[in-house]
């Protein structure tokens, strides 16, 4: 079923609870307001006109008459006395269905998945979405109750968990279990999305848009992806899914991936779980979800339209950080830059930082969360 239209940024609706002694609190209000208006008259003149007793009673019946969270003190003095923000806990019941339909634009959505050590290169890759007009259709996956909260507090609606959570409060490092279980619920989360009826791009936080990736989706295939090898092509290399390498398969990138909600996609994520079901972590492979999606792509070309996006557009890490001449070469084709082929948080900000696409020093208030 697809579904197109847009909603409302909104929480769901908490459950209706009973407030005891409420109504026992207004009802003694009540009893008092006679109390009060004699009260009032004490310290008024003898002479106080009748409508301005009138006027006072009328304060008084309102303030006794409305539900006390509306005539409190911090409704008087305005939002910054009181809680602006809808409780955090709302958010817990937020489902993939709401957000996606919350933030897709023209059926289509951006996704990543970040816990809450990454919220700086979240906070980085979405100052470059927002440069070409795109952090509105961002959404995120929080793989965590603390980086649900941080993200929907500054920026309500656009994060969403989807239970269960692991345990992602440490930055898990490139070959670990924690790293394994972090990236293998990837593929779920797409296919989720692709059954409800949304186009959906994939992108690793690690990433940063240089120009609007949308106009190079060409065509109307199942499946894009980007070459992961540091190898270079010819700029007019085919569109074909490559031959294996020496393992036997392919070396796509799993960090940059555009999906239509076809059968041809649908068809691929769920061999992508097939195959990380087949091939778990160990501490012996110390796989990621890489390979299986390669397995993936590898075992369904012949059913399945893929296509390879351009290497000067897209280059992997290993090719644009480590390659000047070419990146001279093709001066001004570049469209996403992948921070890859090199491990480490503070390395990859270093990176970022000697590169000059390290935005949030600077520009934090391009970002939709702000500074952090």
């Known amino acids: 079923?697809?579904?197109?239209?847009?909603?409302?940024?909104?929480?769901?609706?908490?459950?209706?609870?009973?407030?005891?002694?409420?109504?026992?609190?207004?009802?003694?209000?009540?009893?008092?307001?006679?109390?009060?208006?004699?009260?009032?008259?004490?310290?008024?003149?003898?002479?106080?006109?009748?409508?301005?007793?009138?006027?006072?009673?009328?304060?008084?019946?309102?303030?006794?008459?409305?539900?006390?969270?509306?005539?409190s003190p911090s409704s008087l003095l305005g939002p910054a006395a009181g809680n602006p923000n809808p409780p955090l806990s709302r958010w817990r019941d937020y489902t993939l269905a709401d957000a996606a339909a919350a933030v897709a634009r023209n059926g289509t959505l951006i996704l990543c998945a970040v816990s809450h050590p990454y919220l700086p290169f979240l906070s980085n890759w979405l100052i470059s979405l927002a440069r070409q007009g795109r952090a509105h259709q961002a959404l995120v996956v929080a793989e965590d109750y603390a980086t649900l909260y941080a993200v929907n507090q500054r920026w309500p609606g656009h994060a969403v968990l989807v239970p269960p959570a692991p345990d992602s409060q440490s930055a898990h490092k490139f070959g670990s279990q924690g790293f394994f279980n972090f990236t293998s619920r990837r593929p779920r989360h797409l296919l989720q999305i692709l059954e409800l009826g949304y186009s959906v791009m994939y992108n690793d936080v690690d990433m940063v848009w240089l120009a609007d990736p949308f106009r190079y989706l060409e065509g109307n295939h199942d499946v894009y992806f980007t070459d992961d090898m540091a190898a270079v092509k010819p700029l007019n290399h085919p569109h074909d899914l490559p031959p294996p390498g020496k393992k036997g398969r392919t070396y796509i990138c799993s960090c940059m991936i555009f999906l239509r909600p076809t059968e041809g996609a649908k068809k691929v994520m769920n061999k992508w779980i097939e195959e990380l079901r087949e091939q778990p972590w160990s501490k012996k492979t110390k796989s990621n979800d890489q390979p299986a999606f390669n397995w993936a792509l590898n075992k369904t070309a012949s059913q399945v339209d893929l296509y390879l996006l351009p290497q000067a557009a897209f280059p992997s890490g290993g090719l644009y950080f480590k390659n000047e001449t070419w990146v001279k070469e093709t001066k001004g084709m570049h469209v996403i830059i992948h921070n890859n082929y090199i491990t480490g948080f503070e390395k990859k900000i270093k990176r970022f930082r000697d590169f000059g696409l390290w935005f949030v020093d600077k520009h934090s208030e391009e970002s939709p969360l702000g500074r952090l």
């Open 1 to 71: 079923m697809r579904i197109h239209h847009h909603q409302p940024l909104r929480p769901p609706k908490p459950k209706k609870t009973r407030i005891t002694g409420r109504n026992n609190r207004r009802r003694d209000s009540i009893s008092a307001l006679c109390l009060s208006t004699s009260a009032f008259s004490f310290f008024l003149p003898s002479r106080t006109p009748l409508p301005l007793l009138a006027l006072l009673a009328l304060l008084l019946l309102v303030g006794v008459l409305l539900p006390w969270p509306l005539f």
